[in-house]
């Protein structure tokens, strides 16, 4: 324990005195960087506090760098505004910063977001001002003393369903519909639209494959088997909300062995007409 802690404070005074003159030259540049990726996907939409409960939730954080391990990560909704709690597999990065990475290097330190270490449990907490769009964040690395430009995207369709409120707008009396319905992620396809039924306020709908070779799908961790279709393979599973994407987790035998896919699954309000209409 002491050890690990004497460890940090000396990282903390290496980084401290690369950053006493904040001098530029303490950004990375292109050839001090190596694997970054895009993690925005097409086609996604933020999603702001006011579309949440407020709660703490589990999300899934994507980084376009490796380099940046993030462990876990708590989303918490409080007096509209959102924070993550970044759990970090080590304390190389002593320092983060909500920005770019030639602003970290000009900033005072106080505007810096220090490393906290509880035993071997490494956190920063971040400010997220929108899920399902790349957020701009600088990583002091001690070893290097220089500043990397990260991005990192908080997944919407990883929150569980009760971090949602209710889709604005969208009321449906008890009864069956039709929605268009879109899927993104491999190489599965649905059919649409998609029947939903309407009971008591909850929504569910069949979900149809264009594939027979699916055994089983996962929504919110619990597992539907198929049904009979004449056009594919069948799933019915709770609708959690409309025109956002909903994860979905896909396990297909076309993959030897059978591989669990994940997918974002997609219901336009809009298209939501009566069946048999």
Known sequence: MKKTLGLILAFLMVACAALADGDMSHVADTTDMTDVVDVVEAGMVPVTADALNEGTYPVMVDCSSSMFKIVDCALTVADGKMTALLIMKSDAYPY??????????????????????????????????????????AAFSARKALWYPRTLLFRADSLPAEAWKETAGVELADGEYLADVSLEGGKAKLLTPALMTVEGGEVRATLVF???KIDYVLVDGEKYLPEESENGVAFTVPVAGFDRGLSIIVDSTAIKPATEVGYTVTFDSASIVPFGE
């Open 96 to 137: 983060l910063y909500p920005g770019a990475a030639e602003d970290a290097a000009a900033a005072d330190e106080a505007e810096l977001l220090p490393l906290k270490a509880d035993g071997e449990t490494y956190t920063f907490t971040f400010p997220v001002p929108a899920l399902d769009a790349g957020v701009d964040c």
């Open 210 to 212: 264009g594939t027979t």
